[in-house]
């Protein structure tokens, strides 16, 4: 017979699977996350500005591909689900049905900010924008299902918030997304314990585990390979590179400091004289750096003398804080705006 304490241990069971009667399938989370971290991992090589230079052509682009692909995931998805349900003998209760549109409608919200974004910046934020709102998604289907899926949701608003107030590189937010779809969904779908209450350590075990395979492991990669070997060269001088530039082969350039770098603009729309302006802001630098050339071309590469090198697409050195229109009686009308540059990661 049983006792007291077991009959009512098995009333609150009876009551918490009442509380959560939705089931996310393991499957949702697979066909969720695998196509999401391969867009994000190949994200640099898939209509690049090489490939269809014209911006709003390239933004189409991305916005139809992005519509595919969920299209597709939630066609499948659906059907799938409608399939094991038929099997189980069950239904599509009324919450499961509004909390799905909640999902669709927050993927539908990401896929058009990822598509203004190319028209009006912040592109850096991409990546944690997708964290953010997948991860609201999951957090919201998680109130009313699995009690893994609210600390999962949780986890992937806080790496999207956490991210972006850290200043990650572009490239570590690329892989750091890639990770958290490609490999922490597919996770969690291997964790999903149909909606059993779990003691708190047990969670915490299975979250600490989680961001050691799915953050730090990835991130560590990353930095790793920043530290890659780059090929040994002679080191010219500036007017040594201007008498006799190499053709070919490995060459480490020195910038003295003092020497002016224009920086050129190219301003584009309807609002001044000519389909493009140009113009240049003529630059000193306050210090040497040294730049490495590969076959007669920059390779992306520099360093400040006697430190390591640096690619300049793995780092975040590039900033512009804001951008205003003016008009005064003294100066009359004029645009202002700020552009920080800083190559030292520890100034970031």
Known sequence: MNSPQKQLQAIHAMLASGQRNLRMERHTLLLLGLPAGLLFALSESIFTPEQIPDLQQRALSWLALLVAVIGTIVTVDWHWTRKIKATRDETWGFIHRQVLKVMWLLLALATLTTFAMFFYGGGYMVCSLWLIFAGLGLYVHGLFSEELLE??????????????????????????????????????ALQLDRGRHRPAYVRLLQICGWLAVVVVLPLLIEQQSRLRTLPDGPLLSLEEFRTRPPADGTAIITLPAGTPIPVEVELVGDLFAGRETHTQMPLTLQEPIELLMLNGKLSGDMRFPGESWQNAHRTRWLTIPWIRAELSAEHGPRIRSSLIVRLRPEER
């Open 151 to 188: 600390w999962g949701g949780g986890l992937m608003i806080a790496i999207g918030i956490v991210s972006l107030i850290a200043g990650l590189p572009y490239q570590s937010l690329r892989w750091l997304a890639a990770s958290v779809f490609a490999i922490g969904l597919p996770l969690f």
